[in-house]
């Protein structure tokens, strides 16, 4: 089976640099993604690692160590819009086809 | 390029009662997900498809939800009975199989705005 595990919360202020993790276990793996999900909202597509290292994109940078079965998205220079539910979610192939599972997300608070 | 389109957005019923949300996924994407959502929790997989072919519906409970996707484009999730465990958001979203370059870059998944669902 596949499993992932992330914190429930994090609080920090605008402008400040966060960082929220992601363990996972997995068969299969592919690679890791980013989704960010505002309240009532979809979840929206960040970024994807499927090397070890990071990736940048912006304020957002993830981070993905295959070895450890981790993974960090780093949030830098904070916006009170940056409140919302980060997951991440593993890609791992079974039966040839690529499927997606979902960790339980960490609450990001952004206070001014 | 439009997004992905889900109905109804609300949608209010008793236990024992039936029914029906469609996804319509963005142009030419192979692959159509129904995922659930439970207030706190994220998104889980329902069931898979790659174009009219269901990949995984292992967590599909079969005695009360189908799910099916004529002609490999739009998509309807059907629940009779409801119970009161099935309140959540229904979320359809869709991929492409590739994005291109030398590798797979992991399709990221196009969500819709989904479907809450409160089961009375």
């Known amino acids: 089976g596949q499993s992932l595990e992330q914190p429930s919360e994090v609080t920090a202020v605008e402008g400040a640099i966060v960082q929220m993790n992601c363990t996972y276990q997995t068969s299969g793996f592919y690679g890791l993604s980013w989704y960010q999900q505002h309240d009532g909202g979809a979840p929206t597509f960040l970024s994807y690692?499927?090397?070890?290292g990071l990736e940048e994109t912006g304020r957002f940078s993830s981070f993905l160590s295959r070895s450890d079965s981790y993974g960090y998205l780093l949030l830098q220079e904070l916006q009170m819009k940056d409140s919302a539910s980060y997951f991440c979610a593993v890609r791992y192939v079974n039966t040839g086809f690529q499927k997606l599972v979902f960790g339980t997300g960490t609450r990001l608070l952004v206070s001014p | 390029e439009a997004g992905v389109a889900q109905s109804p957005r609300y949608k209010i019923i008793e236990k024992r009662q039936s029914v029906a949300f469609w996804c319509n996924p963005i142009?030419?994407?192979?692959?159509l997900y129904w995922y659930q959502q439970i207030l706190g929790q994220g998104p889980k997989l329902l069931i898979q498809?790659?174009?009219?072919?269901?990949?995984?519906d292992s967590q599909l409970p079969k005695d009360r939800f189908s799910a099916e996707r004529l002609k490999g484009v739009d998509s309807t999730l059907k629940i009779q009975p409801a119970k009161l465990e099935d309140s959540a958001v229904y979320l359809c979203?869709?991929?492409?199989?590739?994005?291109?370059?030398?590798?797979?870059?992991?399709?990221?998944?196009?969500f819709g705005n989904g479907t809450r669902l409160t089961v009375t």
């Open positions: 690692n499927a090397l070890d």
């Open positions: 498809f790659q174009n009219n072919g269901v990949v995984d």
């Open positions: 142009s030419g994407h192979a692959t």
């Open positions: 979203a869709s991929s492409s199989t590739y994005s291109g370059g030398l590798l797979p870059l992991g399709s990221p998944l196009h």
